[in-house]
């Protein structure tokens, strides 16, 4: 995550605002007079808890999220508006790359940790030690040796000290050892960790695993016991400044394209099970380290696709962690307590992604599976079923549904659940469906406590984060995430588009031909983004001689270069070959206005609900509220459209 996105997620835009202006509660948003325009009759000026945005509908017509509003009250650039924002939410600033040192520092612990998977990878494949730990993986797991040289598998020698001689033979300190968690520092009897002490290798007689950053480089280890007197079964490296184990998704480099390729990804729970899949073609495979999956994780995948599987082992203990889920579900609805991450349906929500569980046969791995039969895989795959429904049958296995108690008891545990369904109809389709499993009258289901509505009964003036989003509206989604995604995809077509620019032009001709305007930096509304945009258009500006990427390097500012490098060596999200580079544009831009329309369109909709019938509020947001269908009508035609233009031709 990037210090932008850490700053946002930490600083509340509602008691920002309210810091200068006197802001009133409509529905689940604040409204109040604009504080840049001259106004005294209309509050225009909207603060969106919800997507953690402003917007003024008056005659500004701007919006932005936490950064733009401070540099706009501040008349400050920027910087100055992160630095503020930083301190406020107690977000250390450190400066990217005005400093080698800490990425050359990055790129030695990497250096080190390629020689420890060497290392290992030798022992394994050369050392006659390694002899039993290949005919485990070879032999009981069914690796091929190919596998074992795509995954760089290893073994770790039954010795103290095989691993640190070695890298300090290599030239690397004690502290580096340290640093990347591949030995343990010895301890006293309170288990205080002696300063100077004798350190040791971390693992001993074990398979060894090298775990990858979503770039490939070697951050941590899982190892595996090959004694089985050994314990514990599986140990992982421990937090290192390379390694974060919640932000870690185990063969992610390896899986990306072939997420794409299937529009899906498979958690499974094991390393070892992500190895044999990718051998037998499913490289659509990841697991994460041992943890539920967390949102980092969960958007690290949305980038690559919607579509996510959870394959839970089908033994008690994978029984009791879906059990416990729910009871984590039910905690968090039941609790005042906002922002809970922890559990599926809200990760699924918020995130506007698809989650499905499906269960491995009891006593059985997806390795032994997979290797057995490559067909039975994909048919337990295509069993994966959504949240709820899961739940709903993994509550009834091997109960008696005929008994009344066991009927009340599952509709305890399940309509909690489906009243976090964000989605009506779908709500209402869960709660058919569960009438129909326990066989009994849907009427008997009533959404308990749902009259407990967001804020509700909230003194507090200003609740910090509005709570899971129950309204029937069908379209649900965290406007926050989404148009950063599709800011950043843009910008990413529109760096490669660079090559040509000149071409840019007809993208604008288009726009103007249906009556809208062309496009500028105002399409970019995340401040970081809106900062690399605004560089991208100044460079069209330049002399014609001037290398136009070279002038965007040269400018970019340095509190967005994080983001910028970042996108800059992402190949778009969607890209389409078949489609020339400025339709793509062209269209991405035409979607993702038509989508703020939309949730500008069901923003003032619910404003005019809140406001007083005959009001001024309420005739200035239907004046605003026609401006916003009368854009929206022309976007339409332009998308109709936008398949019968012929841009060679320009027309
Ligand atoms: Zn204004």
Redesign the pocket.
């Known amino acids: 995550m990037s210090q932008v996105d850490d700053i946002k997620n930490q600083v509340d835009i509602v008691d920002l605002v309210s810091e200068t202006v006197n802001l009133r509660r409509t529905g689940k948003n604040y409204i109040g007079f604009?504080?840049?325009?001259e106004?005294t009759r209309t509050p225009?000026?909207v603060v969106f808890p919800d997507s953690g945005t402003w917007r003024?509908?008056?005659?500004?017509?701007?919006g932005g999220d936490v950064f733009s509003y401070v540099m706009k009250r501040d008349g400050c650039d920027f910087q100055t508006a992160l630095e503020l924002l930083a301190k406020k939410a107690g977000v250390e600033l450190t400066p990217y790359n005005r400093d080698d040192k800490p990425k050359e520092e990055k790129q030695h612990l990497y250096d080190l940790m390629n020689e420890a998977v060497s290392y290992f990878h030798n022992n394994l494949t050369q050392h006659p030690a390694g002899k039993p730990a290949l005919e485990f993986l070879t032999g009981k797991r069914g690796l091929k040796p190919q596998t074992i040289e795509k995954f760089r598998l290893g073994y770790a020698l039954p010795s103290w000290d095989g691993l640190t001689q070695h890298l300090l033979g290599k030239g690397y300190t004690r502290q580096d050892l340290i640093d990347t968690g591949v030995v343990s520092e010895q301890r006293d009897d309170k288990g205080e960790v002696i300063p100077n002490g004798r350190i040791y290798d971390r693992f001993r007689n074990r398979v060894m695993i090298p775990i990858n950053d979503s770039r490939g480089n070697p951050i941590a280890f899982g190892a595996r016991i090959l004694d089985p007197n050994d314990s514990p079964k599986f140990l992982n490296s421990p937090q290192t400044v390379l390694f974060d184990k919640g932000k870690t998704l185990f063969a992610l480099n390896e899986a990306r394209s072939a997420i794409r390729e299937k529009d899906q990804v498979v958690l499974v729970e094991g390393y070892m099970d992500v190895i044999v899949l990718h051998q037998e073609g499913f490289a659509n495979t990841v697991c994460p380290m041992g943890t539920a999956l967390t949102d980092f994780q969960a958007k690290q995948l949305t980038r690559q696709t919607k579509h996510i599987v959870l394959a839970l082992d089908g033994d008690a203990a994978g029984y009791h962690a879906a059990v416990k889920d729910i009871d984590i579900i039910r905690e968090a609805s039941a609790s005042e307590t906002p922002g809970d991450t922890k559990n599926l349906l809200r990760q699924e929500n918020r995130l506007n992604v698809d989650i499905r569980i499906v269960t491995i046969p009891e006593g059985l791995d997806p390795d032994e599976v997979v290797l057995e039969n490559h067909e039975a895989w994909e048919e337990i795959i295509q069993t994966a079923k959504p949240i709820v429904i899961h739940m709903m049958e993994t509550l009834a296995k091997g109960r008696d549904l005929d008994d009344a108690k066991t009927k009340s008891e599952i509709a305890a545990k399940i309509m909690p659940l489906i009243r976090e369904v964000p989605n009506a109809i779908e709500r209402e389709t869960y709660r058919q469906q569960l009438a129909r499993f326990l066989d009994i009258d849907e009427s008997l289901l009533t959404y308990t406590g749902q009259t407990v509505s967001p804020g509700s009964g909230n003194k507090r003036a200003f609740p910090a984060k509005p709570r899971l989003k129950t309204t029937s509206d069908a379209m649900v989604f965290d406007p926050k995430d989404s148009f950063y995604n599709k800011e950043n995809e843009i910008l990413r077509c529109l760096y490669r588009y660079y090559d040509n620019p000149g071409s840019l032009a007809a993208i604008d001709r288009k726009l103007r031909k249906f009556h809208l305007e062309a496009m500028s930096p105002m399409d970019f509304n995340q401040t970081d983004l809106h900062e690399i945009a605004s560089v991208y258009f100044r460079a069209l500006d330049q002399d014609e001689e001037l290398d136009t990427k070279a002038f965007i390097e040269k400018n970019i500012p340095e509190s967005v270069q994080d983001t910028f490098f970042a996108l800059k060596n992402k190949r778009p999200d969607n890209l389409n070959e078949t489609l020339e580079l400025d339709e793509e544009i062209l269209r991405s831009v035409a979607f993702m206005r038509q989508e703020k329309c939309e949730y500008d369109k069901s923003e003032l909709q619910s404003l005019l609900e809140g406001s007083e019938p005959g009001s001024e509020d309420m005739r200035n947001f239907e004046t605003m509220l026609d401006r916003t269908l009368q854009r929206r009508r022309q976007l339409d035609i332009l998308i109709d459209n936008i398949n019968m233009i012929d841009f060679r031709n320009g027309k």
């Open positions: 604009c504080p840049f325009h106004n225009s000026f003024c509908f008056g005659q500004c017509a701007e």
